[in-house]
């Protein structure tokens, strides 16, 4: 069996100059804070984008301006007829089939599925297809006089 010789190594062969070690500590110690501030800064922005995002139901009740039930329930329901121009709800985007219940907004007479055009007016004040202010609601009476 051959034997090993590791005469050549010896801890002289593993020296690192001083000037060489000071000059990897004086780039990679800038290097790591510049990452630890990139990642910190980042995070900063994804957190304050994601505060933004709230989906329309999750607005605090001061933040809505849209109309009070009494308002909303006051507004007339139809059933939709076969043939109508309007057989397309424009917040949900679905179909509306013939003889489903559809909410007809005063004033320029949109019509939309009652659920999705409840939704709408607890938040918005306006019709979500022409954004005119619905006759009947408080705003619109104001712009009526």
């Avoid at 121009?85 to 949109?110: D, F, R, T, W, Y």
Wanted: charge should be neutral.
């Amino acid at each position: 069996m051959a034997a090993l010789r590791y005469d050549g190594l010896d801890d002289g062969n593993f020296h690192v100059p001083g000037t060489t070690l000071r000059l990897l500590l004086f780039i990679s110690l800038p290097l790591l804070v510049f990452s630890v501030l990139l990642c910190l800064y980042l995070r900063w922005i994804c957190l304050r984008r994601g505060a933004g995002t709230h989906p329309v139901n999750a607005l605090p009740a001061a933040a809505a301006t849209g109309l009070d039930e009494r308002t909303i329930n006051s507004f007339p329901v139809r059933l939709s007829l076969a043939g109508e121009e309007a057989a397309q709800c424009s917040i949900c985007l679905s179909g509306v089939p013939a003889g489903e219940k559809v909410k007809a907004l005063p004033g320029c007479g949109h019509g939309f599925h009652v659920e999705c055009v409840d939704e709408w007016l607890r938040v918005h004040a306006s019709c979500p297809l022409c954004r005119a202010t619905p006759r009947g609601s408080p705003a619109g009476l104001a712009l009526q006089i």
